[in-house]
């Protein structure tokens, strides 16, 4: 049983929630600057969370089973290892789906969040697919992570603002660059399985300068966030911080040396994303008192 329940944390890479929740945090926080604070919202973005990013995931690795038995890198994941079976990920994936849409109703009178979310599970699924079709895939998860601030501005105000919308260009841009150099592992094996991804389609050393450029997009986002939030001085010092961090980041990624992507994936990245959470709401705080 233990084993079971550890075998799917590990399916979906649970510790990678680190990447979406904090922004979804950070715009509930700016919300709350407007309204009234509810800990059931509070719960209510937390476990929609959770239950959209696994099911999604799941989806993923269920969509891309046969792919990973056929790529070295991923062979040992749980489905083509024999850990999982596919009708087991199934169930787990329609019950996170339900429990999600289910969960949407702790956010009423509000009813937007329970109108968007089988369209918003849609889009996370379709992320699945994006991969046999264009190039551009990196930016459909992007895209996809970036609702986190967004569907989280949505359950609290039952509005689009200006706020939540640059939290999710820094999404979009910052996310986007950071799989483009996930990337670069698998661009041959792309290549010869016929799969899409930017370093498969224009190699390695241009894939890391469009990665840098979506990073560049990224800072900027950053410091239009911090200008129009409005935030304060605190959150600009960590923009130039998470500036530096994304400097660094490229650093461990060269053309002639990927050895350190998976640093530069999940260390840094979970640094900038954590960090931005507790600047932002640090600065909150701060107004405030």
């Not at 399916?11 to 926080?29: E, G, K, M, N, Y």
């Not at 379709?126 to 992570?145: E, Q, V």
């Amino acid at each position: 049983m233990f084993d079971r329940v550890r075998h799917f944390l590990e399916l979906i890479r649970f510790s990678h929630t680190v990447f979406a929740l904090p922004f979804a945090l950070l715009s509930a926080a700016l919300a709350w600057q407007k309204t009234p604070f509810r800990v059931r919202d509070l719960v209510g973005i937390l476990v929609c969370m959770v239950l959209a990013r696994s099911a999604a995931m799941a989806f993923n690795r269920l969509v891309d089973r046969e792919v990973d038995a056929a790529n070295p890198r991923t062979v040992r994941r749980h489905i083509p290892a024999g850990l999982l079976t596919p009708r087991a990920v199934a169930m787990f994936i329609g019950l996170c789906s339900i429990g999600f849409v289910a969960t949407t109703l702790v956010f009423l009178p509000n009813r937007w969040p329970l109108i968007l979310s089988v369209p918003v599970l849609l889009f996370l699924f379709g992320y699945s697919y994006a991969k046999r079709f264009t190039s551009l895939c990196h930016y459909w998860l992007s895209a996809a992570l970036m609702l986190s601030p967004i569907a989280a501005w949505i359950a609290i105000r039952g509005t689009i603002e200006l706020p939540p919308v640059l939290l999710a260009a820094v999404i979009f841009f910052w996310v986007g660059g950071f799989d483009i150099l996930y990337a670069t592992q698998d661009a041959d094996f792309d290549r010869q399985r016929g799969l899409s991804s930017i370093p498969a389609r224009v190699g390695i050393p241009a894939a890391l300068k469009i990665a840098a450029f979506s990073h560049l997009l990224t800072v900027l986002s950053l410091f239009a966030l911090w200008r129009y939030a409005p935030l304060g001085n605190v959150f600009l010092v960590g923009v130039i911080v998470l500036t530096l961090l994304l400097i660094y980041e490229h650093s461990l990624v060269r053309p002639d040396d990927l050895s350190r992507v998976n640093t530069a994936f999940f260390h840094v990245n979970a640094a900038i994303s954590v960090g931005i959470l507790v600047l932002g709401v640090t600065d909150i705080w701060l107004a405030r008192n």
